[in-house]
């Protein structure tokens, strides 16, 4: 058995709707300020996959909805997506919320986010995702949809899932 728990931990196997062998969730953060350095991190995707359907069941889906009750209001969310929808790719769409300047655009099928406080203009930030996630969490009622978003990373292919870069930082999330 602890021959199978180990072997079933290095070898992951193929995931479900895979055509070639096992997927990673990989991380890698990157400080770029005062002690440059960057941390890796990857996990056989087979296990992220599994603790997504756990989520799913209620315990990890009520702890999102109970933390991202300061988010923007989700009928904000909805008029943006619409107006990303509407406009031709590459397009912005800017909002102020909370003093900062948010620029939202739809590069095919990414979206990039981009955040200014007022007051300390040269500090951007800056998040990438898949377009099809964005579209899924701004569908319901709620400001954020985290049925849709588990289902999404549920059924996620190959590629980038996020990328962040502040001017301390940068974070990418991809699944190989």
Known sequence: ALFLLLYSALVPGHTYGSARGPR???????NLRSDPGEVSISVPYAFVSGALRFASLGKVRRELDLHFDQSVDASEIRTIVQELKEKPDGTDVARIHDECEIHVRKDGDR?????????????????????????????????????????????????????ITAPDAHVRIWID
């Open 24 to 30: 990673f969730l990989r991380m890698k953060v990157e």
């Open 111 to 163: 979206a990039t986010l981009e955040v200014r406080k007022k007051d300390h203009p040269e500090e951007l930030v800056t998040l990438k995702l898949p377009w099809r996630i964005v579209d899924a969490v701004s569908t319901a009622d709620r400001d954020l949809d985290v049925d849709a978003l588990l289902a999404q990373l549920r059924n996620a292919e190959r590629g980038d899932l996020v990328e």
